[in-house]
């Protein structure tokens, strides 16, 4: 099997609590290689593409007006099996929840918002990869 590669977001919560050095210390501590990475605003145009499988859930606006409140750190990744990896790496969508020693477990919390802040975004298949990387990069 080839290769994989994965799009990771540090999320503007994330950049703006100063996490995106920790964040990619743990991806490299993990093993994973960066192929490419770069500082983001994203218009809601670009965000409406990578998130339209969540158009039309109560949390979708809150998430696109999230999105939009400071830049992200888009990251292409590369590695077997990256895309799982990654996923295992950040821990369940809902930080209060999310396992200790994963990254939502370990650095997000709660803030009582309609959107989850949850520092990162992994894609979460092959076909999700290749379409978000085509967004991002
Ligand atoms: P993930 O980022 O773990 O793949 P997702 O794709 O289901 O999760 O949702 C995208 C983002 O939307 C998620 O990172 C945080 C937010 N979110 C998801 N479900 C939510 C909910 N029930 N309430 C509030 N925010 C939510
Ligand atoms: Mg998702």
Not at 49 to 68: I, Q, S
């Amino acid at each position: 099997m080839p290769t994989e590669e994965t799009l990771v977001l540090v999320k503007p919560d994330g950049v703006a609590r100063g996490l995106t050095g920790e964040i990619l210390a743990r991806i490299e501590r993990k093993g994973y290689s960066l192929v490419d990475l770069r500082l983001v605003e994203p218009s809601r145009e670009r965000l409406e593409k990578h998130y339209a499988e969540h158009e039309g859930k109560p949390f979708y606006e809150p998430l696109l007006e999230f999105m939009m409140s400071g830049p992200s750190v888009a990251i292409r990744l590369t590695g077997d099996r990256v895309i799982e990896g990654f996923r295992s790496l950040a821990g369940t969508t809902d930080p209060t929840s999310a396992a200790p020693g994963t990254i939502r477990g370990d650095l997000g919390r709660d803030w009582g918002l309609k959107v989850q802040q949850n520092l990162v975004h992994g894609s979460d298949s092959q076909e999700s990869a290749e379409r978000e990387l085509s967004i991002w990069f």
